[in-house]
């Protein structure tokens, strides 16, 4: 069974710019949580999708967006890019259940200019 | 979530045992202990999880004290590819923050030759 993937690896951008990242989790996964990771803040939890519906969020700017779609497929996007929002961005997906694993991806790892 | 508590780093002989502790005193009854690791810039990876039992896979065994206050991870034989920080997570097995990890600093533990 494949792994969570995400898309694309690594991404330069400059200030005031948008990003979408895109996720794909593991086959059945209705759970995606994504993640933000910089040096200083650590791993932080920015929101999670579940069917379609976004059903917890974490304590980031609006300029922080999600969605996900009917396959479970997700994406987020930040706006008006800022020079601290360089981080690695991980996306996790889970099945629901007692056990509530999380599978990680490999990330994205975004630098802003 | 309940609270941990790691120490930042640890330093452990290669072919001997990895004995990672995690203080966790404000848990609640419904809480599991989850592990992960994160290898240099990967993400994030799930090794186990418990209650109140004892556990052990494949990849490691968890000890959790009878009062839940505290439990230790251990790497039978680590090798230096167990290098990584390991985090110690508290959360509810199920319910609606299914999806959602909150990460402290983890400790860094380094496997030497």
């Known amino acids: 069974k494949a792994g969570v993937t995400q898309t694309p690896r690594y991404l330069i951008k400059t200030r005031g710019q948008q990003v979408t990242l895109s996720c794909s989790p593991i086959?059945?996964?209705?759970?995606v949580s994504w993640y933000q990771q910089t040096p200083g803040q650590g791993l932080q939890f920015l929101f999670e999708?579940?069917?379609?519906?976004?059903?917890n969020k974490g304590n980031f700017p609006g300029r922080f967006s999600g969605r996900q779609f009917s396959n479970s497929r997700s994406e987020m996007n930040v706006s008006t890019l800022e020079l601290g929002d360089s981080a690695l961005y991980l996306c996790?997906?889970?099945?629901?259940?007692?056990?509530?694993?999380?599978?990680f991806g490999a990330g994205t790892r975004l630098s802003v200019l | 979530d309940a609270k941990t508590t790691q120490p930042p780093s640890m330093d452990c002989a290669e072919g001997r045992a990895a004995n990672l502790p995690c203080n966790h005193s404000t848990i609640s009854g419904n809480e599991y202990v989850y592990w992960y690791r994160q290898i240099h810039s990967q993400g994030p990876q799930y090794i186990i999880h418990g209650l109140k039992n004892n556990e052990t896979n494949e990849m490691a065994s968890l000890i959790i004290t009878e009062d839940r206050k505290s439990s230790t991870l251990i790497l039978p034989h680590a090798t230096l590819r167990d290098t990584a920080v390991y985090y110690c997570i508290v959360r509810a097995g199920g319910g609606s923050n299914t999806g959602k990890l909150i990460f402290g600093q983890g400790t860094t533990l380094q496997v030497k030759p």
């Open positions: 996790a997906s889970s099945l629901e259940g007692v056990k509530n694993i999380q599978y």
């Open positions: 999708y579940f069917s379609e519906t976004q059903r």
């Open positions: 086959s059945g996964h209705r759970s």
